[in-house]
T-cell receptor
Framework: QQQVKQSPQSLIVQKGGISIINCAYE??????FPWYQQFPGKGPALLIA?????SEKKEGRFTISFNKSAKQFSLHIMDSQPGDSATYFC???????????FGTGTKLQVIP | DAGVIQSPRHEVTEMGQEVTLRCKPI?????LFWYRQTMMRGLELLIY????????DSGMPEDRFSAKMPNASFSTLKIQPSEPRDSAVYFC????????????FGSGTRLTVV
């Protein structure tokens, strides 16, 4: 029940295309959903996050879409660039609770 | 701020040896987390501290693993004795508010046990 399922495991997108990563969760107590971006040789870094009281959050080319009834959320990267090539992790947590549950990660490669 | 600092960056050791990984969190952060990352299992939380006190160590795989936080600016993760299956990247992360507004991760220690 604590798991966050993430897909796809890997993704190749042409420069300028849209990258879409999907996540699903079971625990309805989760109320905060961050996304992390990890470059090779580095630790994950917080990219963008959403709370379930909104259906979408946009920051630049990055958008989170949230479907509370389906218990699903996704990350869209518009106009994908080679510099976006990284591993992306979705995550979920409960506000006031310290543990964050991470998805298994999606390795994104944006090719010129 | 220099961020979360981990050392060493790479460690190669022989099976049975003791390994100590080190972490310096961001000054002022009151939560510290140790994670292990492998291809098979992704990011696993091993243990976390609040104000230097271990709060949850349920993710520590077995008694060979131990972690300490003697003060607010230093933590260690020790594996004794090490085994090849311990090979992974170990991350330390710190946070001011726990999981809510994001962790700051260090660059990790890549451990190889041969």
């Amino acid at each position: 029940q604590q798991q966050v399922k993430q897909s796809p495991q890997s993704l190749i997108v042409q420069k300028g295309g849209i990258s879409i990563i999907n996540c699903a969760y079971e625990n309805t107590a989760f109320d905060y959903f961050p996304w992390y971006q990890q470059f090779p040789g580095k630790g994950p870094a917080l990219l963008i996050a959403i709370r379930p009281d909104v259906s979408e959050k946009k920051e630049g080319r990055f958008t989170i879409s949230f479907n509370k009834s389906a218990k699903q959320f996704s990350l869209h990267i518009m106009d994908s660039q080679p510099g976006d090539s990284a591993t992306y992790f979705c995550a979920a947590t409960i506000r006031g609770y310290q543990k964050v549950t991470f998805g298994t990660g999606t390795k994104l490669q944006v090719i010129p | 701020d220099a961020g979360v600092i981990q050392s060493p960056r790479h460690e190669v050791t022989e099976m049975g040896q003791e390994v100590t990984l080190r972490c310096k969190p961001i000054s002022g952060h009151d939560y510290l987390f140790w994670y292990r990352q492998t291809m098979m299992r992704g990011l696993e939380l091993l243990i976390y501290f609040n104000n230097n006190v271990p709060i949850d160590d349920s993710g520590m795989p077995e008694d060979r693993f131990s972690a300490k936080m003697p003060n607010a600016s230093f933590s260690t993760l020790k594996i004794q004795p090490s085994e090849p299956r311990d090979s992974a990247v170990y991350f330390c992360a710190s946070s001011l508010t726990g999981g809510i507004y994001g962790y700051t991760f260090g660059s990790g220690t890549r451990l190889t046990v041969v």
